[in-house]
């Protein structure tokens, strides 16, 4: 497995450098690079920091390629599978609960890992007449131009690819290959949602719309207003440039003579021949669910299913920042704690007790209300991930600290000492193997937490910026608009669901390591 996950992590390292000298951005492997090219603007004060900042990309695969050659060096190295750990794994597979939890959060990983190529609004690949273009890809912007757009309102513009691909396919110039579900997390606006009616039929109450272009609910051509199926009230009628030109009142689903009064250009009867006599039930934000978003869209025009799907990507990202940061800080204090007691010790302890007792919520507020809002955009989910991780790291220091005070009083400790072992050797290459199973069994409880954490700071509004989707703030949108279910209850079951499946495979793994299982007691 060690082997596997090397070479895998090497070739990623690997493939994010080369796709960046070639300006390809791939899924998840060019994450480092997309956060470099987004901050290369900012303006830094300390150069260092700047200069960190902007080869984030570099370091971030150079990191993944070193754990990957460790990995596989380890793999070559080690002999024979510990029985004992064998044991412990095949005691986790056989609670099945856990095991098939771990398999779907692993899939649920693996689909996120997909990022535009699963969920996005920008095409795969699209050819236009005899050239192909691959805009999910590419770092450079691609625009309407490039496409065969001469108006020059949008022609600057970067294209609409759902109905770009409808345009080149009517034209016979092209075609467009989208992902598998065409609508991206943040910054893709539904304008509205149209539905197909037959108010006497359905006996319908309500607005009833006509449109000349189905691809743009939001730009009706007429609109009336029905009771119990029959028009009722005032009907209203657009031109192409949306301004209204046409009124007239109906009464028991009749014209009244007299009402109706246009001031277009052509004739009436032209006008109104401008669209087909089917109506429509147009839905703005909120949108209920439809065919075509299945969940619908919230109170920001966004399609809900790709929303999720921003809030996993969210936190499988901030547990992959967080998760190694806060363990390497808590376990490495915890074991400089145990090992060296004392007035270290004593001191360490004392820091602990003034950061636990600082007010953690007031410090978000007064870090969000003071970073300026080009500093929030591009860097406030690490903000956020570096408030948590300073108050994060405490409490697995006292459970490594005691871990390590019971292991440095055994035998083999003495033994490397007397062998001239030095102390990061004892501490890493004896103490914390020792302890590994702590270490285990608390990952998948820290992931709930920092889900939670996120969660919470977005429904307060203090947590990520605009263009990032979390499952805290679709709670809050559906809180705020409980005449959308859809949106509050979507949110609900994927954090319960997320956070369940983290639960079981903690438990399982608390249970699979427990020592009392392999310790016999003389």
């Not at 937490?449 to 429904?459: F, I």
Request: glycine share 8%.
């Amino acid at each position: 497995m060690k082997l596997w996950i090397g070479l895998i992590l090497i070739i990623s390292g690997v493939l994010s450098l080369v796709a960046e000298a070639y300006d390809i951005k791939l899924p998840t492997i060019s994450w480092g690079f997309n956060l470099a090219h987004s901050i290369k603007d900012l303006y830094i004060p300390l150069d260092w920091i700047k200069w960190l900042l902007v080869r984030t990309g570099e370091i971030t695969a150079a990191v993944v390629m070193v754990t990957g050659v460790l990995l596989v060096s380890s793999s070559l190295r080690s002999g024979p599978p510990n029985p004992v750990t064998v044991r412990k794994i095949q005691r986790f597979k056989a609670i099945k609960r856990g095991y098939y939890s771990f398999l779907f959060l692993l899939f649920l990983g693996g689909l996120a890992a997909l990022d535009q190529v699963l969920v996005g609004k920008e095409a795969l690949a699209v050819k236009y007449e005899d050239s192909w273009s691959f805009p999910a890809f590419s770092r450079d912007l691609e625009k309407n131009k490039d496409f065969g757009e001469t108006s020059e309102s949008i022609a600057e513009l970067e294209p609409d690819y759902r109905k770009l691909q409808k345009t080149l396919k009517e034209n016979g110039k092209g075609s467009v290959i989208l992902p598998l579900w065409p609508y991206a997390p943040t910054g893709d606006t539904i304008d509205a949602l149209a539905k197909k009616i037959d108010p006497a039929e359905e006996n319908y109450n309500g607005l009833a719309t006509r449109l000349r272009d189905l691809s743009q609910p939001a730009k009706p051509h007429l609109r009336y207003k029905y009771r119990k199926g029959l028009r009722q009230g005032e009907a209203q009628g657009w031109d192409a440039e949306n301004n209204r030109v046409y009124k007239a009142r109906y009464l028991d689903g009749k014209l009244v003579e007299g009402s109706e009064d246009f001031t277009g250009e052509g004739s009436l009867a032209e006008f109104l021949g401008q669209s087909e006599e089917q109506e429509y039930d147009v839905s703005y934000p909120p949108s209920e669910p439809n065919l075509s978003n299945l969940l619908g869209t919230t109170s920001q025009g966004s399609d809900v299913i790709a929303y999720l799907f921003g809030g996993l990507q969210v936190n499988f990202q901030a547990a992959l920042i967080f998760i190694p940061v806060v363990y390497f800080i808590g376990v490495t204090v915890g074991l400089l704690m145990g090992f060296f007691g004392g007035w270290f010790d004593l001191t360490v302890q004392r820091i602990i007790e003034i950061l636990s007792n600082i007010p953690f919520l007031f410090l978000v507020i007064i870090i969000t209300m003071s970073v300026p809002p080009q500093y929030k955009d591009k860097l406030g989910f690490y903000f956020i991930l570096a408030i948590l991780a300073a108050f994060g790291w405490m409490g697995m220091t006292y459970l490594m600290r005691t871990s390590a005070l019971k292991e440095k009083a055994r035998d083999y400790v003495a033994a490397s000492r007397v062998i001239g072992a030095s102390t990061p050797r004892i501490l890493f290459r004896h103490l914390l193997p020792n302890s590994v199973a702590i270490l285990v069994t608390l990952i998948p409880f820290s992931i709930s937490g920092v889900v939670l954490s996120l969660t919470a700071l977005d429904y307060l509004g203090l947590g990520l910026p605009g263009q990032y989707a979390t499952w805290g703030k679709l709670l809050k949108d559906g809180l705020d608009s409980l005449n959308s279910p859809w949106l509050v209850s979507s949110a609900f079951f994927c954090l319960v669901l997320m956070l369940v499946l983290v639960t079981f495979v903690g438990e399982a793994i608390r249970e699979a390591f427990d020592p009392k299982k392999y310790t016999f007691y003389r």
